[in-house]
C-alpha cells in the first residue's frame, strides 16, 4: 500500500501518526517512562508505573514526576485542537498533591475546560490504581500561529 504524502491537517493527526508509528512524541515521556493511552480531541491521558527512580528524598514519587505527567496531558489535550502548523507555550501551570504515592501505577487525565482562538485552559486529574485523585491541576496555554510558531 502506498503512503499518502498528504500532510496532517492538525495535531490530533500528527499524534495520532506518531503513536501509530511508536515514535517517541515527548523526550521527557522517554525519559521518565510514561506512555500515552488515550487520545481525542480536547483529551489525553497518560500512564506511569511509578518506580523507585521517581522518588524524592523521603521515598515517596516526587511532586515534579506528578507536575510533568499532568503538564503533558494537559499540553497535549489543548495540542489536540490546533492546526499543524500551529504550535502553543504554556503560560501557567498550578498543581495540588493530594495524597502520597510509593508505588503503582498513575492515570493522568488531561481536559480542556475551554479553548478559544489564542489562550486555552486545561486540566487533569491524576488517579491511583484504586482510582484514588493523586493530584489536580490546571494550566492556561497560549496557541502560537506564524512567526511565533516558527522554530518552537
Known amino acids: 500500500m502506498k503512503k499518502s504524502s498528504r500532510k496532517p491537517a492538525t495535531k490530533l493527526d500528527q499524534i495520532r501518526a506518531r503513536l501509530r508509528e511508536s515514535a517517541p512524541l515527548l523526550p521527557i515521556a522517554e525519559h521518565l517512562g510514561f506512555h500515552i493511552t488515550a487520545v481525542k480531541p480536547g483529551r489525553v491521558t497518560i500512564e506511569l508505573d511509578v518506580r523507585p ?4 528524598a523521603i521515598g ?3 511532586g515534579g514526576v506528578l507536575c510533568d505527567i499532568a503538564d503533558a496531558a494537559m499540553a497535549l489535550s489543548h495540542a489536540t485542537n490546533i492546526a499543524a502548523d500551529e504550535t502553543f507555550t504554556t503560560l501557567e501551570l498550578k498543581i495540588n498533591f493530594l495524597k502520597p504515592v510509593w508505588k503503582g501505577k498513575l492515570r493522568a487525565e488531561g481536559k480542556v ?20 485523585l493523586v493530584a489536580h491541576a490546571t494550566s492556561t496555554c497560549m496557541t ?5 510558531a516558527k522554530g518552537r
Open 144 to 148: 502560537l500561529r506564524g512567526e511565533e
Open 53 to 56: 527512580h521517581h522518588a524524592n
Open 60 to 62: 515517596t514519587l516526587h
Open 113 to 132: 475546560i475551554k479553548q478559544g482562538r489564542t489562550i486555552g485552559l486545561t486540566e487533569c486529574d491524576v488517579f491511583d490504581e484504586q482510582k484514588s
